[in-house]
């Protein structure tokens, strides 16, 4: 869930998805720099975990995110190009990367951590947890190895 959510891959390559609308050098190193600055995880922990369910978070969150990459595609669609001359369609993409990741850091985030831990019982929560962790990062060697392909390989017919 957490891997496959996109979440990784932005992170990993979003100096490629800037460049794509016209940002580089010096502008899209500041755009990644806040990025990575963003932390919603103090959202999450104030106003979600523990209050609501976490079935509801879940279901949430899959909707919201799914939104959001349609709406970034959509916009990627009109504006992804590099001789793009539209500065406010190139910004709109970037905010909807951004409003992406504060989502998934609301709404996934710790979840990939305790719903794995939770399902299980007591007797088998230790090897459960292990086995979730080890996919995820088994899940995200795949993910940062077919990422630069594909990215190379689409385009907008």
Do not use: H
């Not at 996934?108 to 996919?135: C, Y």
């Amino acid at each position: 869930m957490g891997q496959l959510s996109g979440s990784s891959v932005i992170q990993n390559f979003q100096g490629i998805f800037y460049a794509t609308v016209g940002f580089t050098g010096r502008t899209a190193l500041l755009i990644s720099g806040t990025y990575g600055m963003m932390g919603s995880q103090v959202i999450y922990l104030a106003v979600i975990a523990d209050k609501v369910l976490r079935t509801r978070t879940l279901w949430v969150g899959s909707i919201i995110l799914s939104c959001m990459v349609t709406l970034c595609m959509a916009l990627s669609t009109e504006y992804g190009t590099k001789d793009n001359q539209n500065q406010s369609g190139a910004r709109a993409v970037i905010a909807a990367i951004f409003i992406y990741s504060m989502c998934y850091a609301i709404l996934f985030n710790a979840m990939i951590w305790l719903v794995p831990s939770e399902l299980f019982p007591f007797f088998l929560r230790t090897r459960g947890l292990a086995f979730s962790v080890a996919s995820k990062f088994v899940v995200a060697v795949v993910l940062s190895q077919i990422t630069p392909l594909a990215i190379a390989s689409v385009s907008w017919r």
